[in-house]
């Protein structure tokens, strides 16, 4: 089966500066997505990654598919305290509908004042 | 944005009982929902995938006969923890997908069982 691996697995920044995110797998992966979970929370949605070389951003977050789609990275910039939580990378283990979605085991992120 | 609600937030039972968790699409139809235990400073584990109408699909060691899941109808799946036992204690999530098999995964805020 298809394994994430993320790095780091903690992080502790001071407000302002940036930080990336790495996820890795050994296989191509089929739909790259990013989520964000406070403790206790649910998962929020973050981004979709599809095709090679994809980058989205949304507000101060921005995330890249390499072009051989085996990697992504998360980028924060300036980050905030409401940046705090959990970051767990998901994809397909396959192209199908039946594929399932596997998550690597998260990056925790501190923001200090 | 979709919404999935999970219900209820927080269960504390004793051991022998059982609990069910409800996990409802609020504004999409969802083919198929899945449910996700987390161990504390874990990743989510997938349990089971759950399609409208048919049996949910288990994950190898998952006990299909403890965690039952029903997907009655297509806004509607629940998990039941039959025969609790402090070992099942976990933070259970459900998630659904809307829209094609691409389609990203919304997930309800997650069910803090705690059996005593």
């Known amino acids: 089966s298809q394994e994430l691996e993320q790095s780091p697995q903690s992080l502790i920044v001071q407000e302002g500066k940036n930080l990336t995110i790495n996820c890795t797998s050994s296989k191509t992966l089929y739909g790259l997505y990013w989520y964000k979970q406070k403790y206790g929370e649910g998962l929020i949605f973050l981004m979709m990654l599809q095709k090679g070389g994809e980058e989205k951003s949304h507000e101060k977050i921005t995330a890249k598919l390499d072009e051989k789609k085996q990697q992504s990275s998360l980028h924060i910039t300036a980050s905030q305290p409401s940046h705090a939580g959990t970051y767990l990378c998901?994809?397909?283990?396959?192209?199908?509908?039946?594929?399932?979605?596997?998550f690597g085991k998260g990056t925790m992120l501190l923001v200090s004042p | 944005g979709a919404v999935v609600s999970q219900h209820p937030s927080r269960v504390i039972c004793k051991s022998g009982t059982s609990v069910k968790i409800e996990c409802r699409s609020l504004?999409?139809?969802?083919?198929?929902m899945f449910w996700y235990r987390q161990f504390p400073k874990q990743s989510l584990m997938l349990m089971a995938t759950s399609n409208e109408g048919s049996k949910a699909t288990y994950e190898q060691g998952v006990e299909k006969d403890k965690f039952l899941i029903n997907h009655a109808s297509l806004t509607l799946s629940t998990l039941t923890v039959t025969s609790a036992h402090p070992e099942d204690s976990s933070f259970y999530i459900c998630?659904?997908?809307?829209?094609?098999?691409?389609?990203?995964?919304?997930f309800g805020n997650g069910t803090r069982l705690t059996v005593t």
């Open positions: 504004d999409f139809q969802a083919t198929t």
């Open positions: 998901g994809a397909f283990e396959g192209n199908s509908g039946y594929s399932t979605l596997t």
């Open positions: 998630s659904a997908r809307a829209g094609s098999e691409v389609s990203p995964l919304h």
